[in-house]
């Protein structure tokens, strides 16, 4: 029972890095080629346009941190608050101001950016596990 165990840790810990990673990959990635409409719409949001580059950073590189397991506490921390943020300005807030379904598809997306944050906070307390760079450099499944 404990190898079965062992085993299905060293598949899990890659495979929800590299799930969680995926969303911020994508979406750094698709704001680069949608620039100018990523940037619009952050400023009809009421954030300023400027911080986009911020942004693809932090989506992009805390993607590519986690999905690495390179010092991947730190990066899913990071990815954690900036994915509870941004659900907050961009789906729960707009959404008390809509009604019927439109409301609905924002509160689901608040709490998908919940939930995310929720997986983000779980590397942050063990780590990135198996195959990662975290773990080959301290010997184990750090």
Same mark, same amino acid.
């Given at each position: 029972?404990?190898?079965?165990?062992?085993?299905?840790?060293?598949? @899990?810990?890659p495979l929800g890095r590299a799930l969680l990673a995926l969303i911020f990959i994508t979406s750094g990635a698709g704001k680069i080629t949608g620039y100018e409409g990523t940037q619009g719409y952050m400023e009809m949001m009421g954030v300023p346009g400027a911080l986009l580059p911020l942004v693809i950073l932090t989506e992009l590189g805390? &993607? *590519? @941190?986690?999905?690495l397991g390179w010092q991947a506490r730190i990066a899913a921390f990071l990815l954690a608050g900036f994915t509870l943020l941004s659900g907050f300005i961009f789906h729960y807030v707009p959404g008390?101001? %809509?009604? &019927? %379904?439109?409301?609905? @598809?924002? %509160?689901i +997306?608040?709490?998908?950016n919940v +939930? *995310?944050?929720g997986g983000l906070l779980m590397v942050v307390s063990l780590g990135a596990g198996a195959w990662s760079f975290d773990g080959a450099r301290r010997g184990a499944a750090a």
């Open positions: 029972m404990t190898q079965a165990l062992n085993t299905v840790q060293t598949v @899990a810990a805390g &993607g *590519i @941190a986690l999905l008390l101001g %809509m009604e &019927g %379904m439109e409301a609905q @598809a924002q %509160m +997306s608040f709490w998908k +939930s *995310i944050t």
